[in-house]
């Protein structure tokens, strides 16, 4: 994604505001600056002035941007998304000069914090150039000195724990700084309406600020990218960029223009840039100062939920919600995952009372090769992954998780027979990627009580067919993919059986994968619908034991059959029929 000036009002603005945007106060960034200190905090100004253009003279070239399109108008700035393009913006080494003129800028920083601990504009611009350089540690040590309002100096304890991937510390830090605002700040700070679309941002906005806050948790939970990563890093995301709008505000910054509203919403809704260029225009341009182009970090997603998820999170459905629409209200990019997609997976339910076991094998390498055709993994796994069952903000819910050492797994746990958010989420460190599934599942719905089959789970393996649930976990298969002439294994369990019981057993496959001509003669109707590509049956002892009896088979379609396949598992006892279904697509070896 990259930022630039509207072309219309590019040329003006950068030269007509530079001087003023770069040299003005900042009354609510200086604090109470004694009279002996005033001196010190305008020579600072001045230095940081000299800072940032000294950046602008070596900032790279990129051809001029007149007559391009713009996704996004806001303000005197054009938005648009290169995500489609062939390569990502990396951006390039710093040069020396710049990385020396920082370098002094904050030991002139470092050493007016001493003199002047109080300042909160001094030890803003510290946090600032020291997080750009990635002096993270250097920042958490030096957020300590601060000793200017304590909101302020807990909301830059947050900023700096966030760069450095401690969502949970960030968290922490940045609820404190809340709770010590002043009202009428705290609830700039809490305003999501800038994050939200449609209905749900008019109702919003009709609410006060007190009123908002059961609000504000639904969208938050939701929200949060990861729930096998510690903390909620959407929300500290914003608290963050709340804080780099304070850092901007009234200070020297890379475009060279001032900091106004438009600056402000762009950065709440898709954060701060990670890099920019000089535009070198195309033909005669009415500046001879050219506009700056910022470049936002590559693979950022939607995680702020749409308005119908926070209406009734019920709604959310598998592969319902759209990670990468093309320009969303707003981006995040987690940094431990250069590549995040929608996790492959299944998720079978087996009945247990007033509980039920939830089983979820899943399959990021195959996920990723959909959504990430030209990756090639470069490291080994290294991951995190887990399963996530909660149905409500604030709700402890269930969190199982596992380390893995393959990007295809099996995580499983009990949980209440209630209707509830699930997750399933891997994050490989080592190849900086992540999956997740996250969708509302109805617990009881899919465990009925009764005469009852469960889902079915497919296997992995079929060397040894498993005899209970126990032996079959970890055999859970990710994917419903088989490749043509492999066994496709099937485990199951049947409830509500009388001790003895002989129930007959009948499995049909049927082919989903019809031609054109299939389908219009069984439409006439000419050809008989539903005609099986396979039918197995038996009766025997199904071995229950407490009402619960289970059992795995494997079936072998032709080598020569390739598509999508539906099989329906039937069993009948004392008259009851029960039925489970699931399909499975066969492709070619």
């Known amino acids: 994604m990259m930022l630039a000036p509207a072309p219309l009002f590019a040329a003006t603005l950068v030269h007509a505001t530079l001087i003023a945007a770069q040299v003005g106060p900042d009354p609510g960034l200086q604090g109470q600056a004694l009279p002996d200190s005033e001196a010190t905090v305008a020579a600072l100004r001045a230095a940081q002035v000299r800072f940032e253009r000294t950046r602008q003279r070596h900032l790279p070239w990129t051809w001029g941007f007149s007559g391009g399109r713009c996704d996004l108008i806001v303000g005197r700035f054009c938005y648009w998304d290169d995500d489609d393009s062939d390569e990502g913006w990396t951006p390039p080494e710093e040069p020396e000069d710049v990385a020396l003129a920082r370098h002094e800028l904050l030991a002139r920083l470092d050493s007016a914090s001493v003199r002047l601990p109080g300042d909160r504009w001094i030890h803003g611009q510290r946090m600032r150039y020291m997080v750009e350089a990635a002096r993270y540690h250097d920042a958490f040590w030096a957020v300590r000195e601060c000793r200017a309002e304590p909101h302020w100096c807990d909301a830059l304890a947050g900023y ?18 809340l709770a010590a605002m002043p009202e009428a700040v705290r609830c700039e700070w809490t305003d999501l309406s800038v994050l939200l679309d449609g209905s749900l941002r008019g109702r919003y906005g009709n609410l006060g600020c007190a009123e908002r806050d ?47 509203r438009d600056n402000r919403e762009l950065v709440l809704r898709y954060g701060w840039a990670i890099g920019w260029e000089r535009e070198r225009p195309r033909g005669a341009g009415l500046s001879t100062r050219p506009a700056v182009v910022g470049h936002h970090a590559d693979g950022a997603l939607r995680f702020v939920p749409p308005p119908a998820f926070v209406e009734s999170p019920a709604t959310i459905a598998p592969d319902g919600w759209e990670l990468d629409p093309h320009v969303p209200r707003s981006r995040y990019a987690p940094r431990y995952a250069a ?22 094998g899943f399959d990021l390498e195959e996920s990723l090769a959909v959504s990430h055709p030209d990756r090639r993994r470069a490291q080994p796994t290294r991951a995190i992954g887990g399963l996530t069952v909660t149905r409500a903000p604030g709700d402890s819910g269930k969190t199982i998780l596992h380390a893995y050492s393959s990007p295809r797994g099996v995580v499983s746990a009990t949980v209440p027979r209630v209707a509830a958010l699930v997750g399933i989420e891997i994050v490989d460190h080592a190849d900086s990627s992540a999956g997740r599934a996250r969708y509302w599942v109805d617990v009881p719905a899919r465990t009925p009580d009764g005469f009852a089959v469960s889902e079915m789970l497919l296997l992995s393996s079929v060397d040894s067919l498993p005899a209970t649930l126990a032996e079959a976990i970890p055999l859970a298969r990710g994917s419903d993919r088989f490749a043509s002439g492999e066994a496709i294994g099937i485990f199951w369990e049947v409830y509500g059986l009388a001790a003895g019981s002989a129930p007959e057993v009948r499995i049909t496959v049927f082919d989903e994968g019809k031609g054109f001509f299939r389908r219009a003669a069984e439409w006439i109707g000419v050809a008989e619908d539903d005609r099986p590509a396979m039918r197995l049956g038996w009766e025997g002892s199904a071995g229950a034991r407490d009402g619960l009896a289970p059992r795995a088979v494997s079936v072998r379609l032709p080598t020569d059959d390739t598509g999508r396949f539906r099989i329906r598992l039937e069993i009948e006892a004392e008259g009851q029929i029960a039925v489970s279904e699931t399909e499975v697509v066969v492709r070619k070896q």
């Open 214 to 260: 059961s609000l504000n948790a639904l969208v938050w939970w939701l929200a949060d990218p990861s729930y096998v990563i510690d903390g909620n890093e959407r929300r500290t995301e914003h608290y963050a960029r709340h804080v780099v709008n304070r850092l901007f505000d009234g200070s020297a910054n890379p475009y060279g223009i001032s900091w106004g």
């Open 339 to 360: 590549r995040f997609t929608p996790l492959r997976h299944r998720l079978v339910l087996f009945r247990r009372g007033d509980s039920a076991v939830a089983v979820a």
């Open 160 to 177: 700096v724990l966030h760069t450095m991937g401690d969502f949970r510390g960030a968290d922490s830090a940045f609820a404190r700084a």
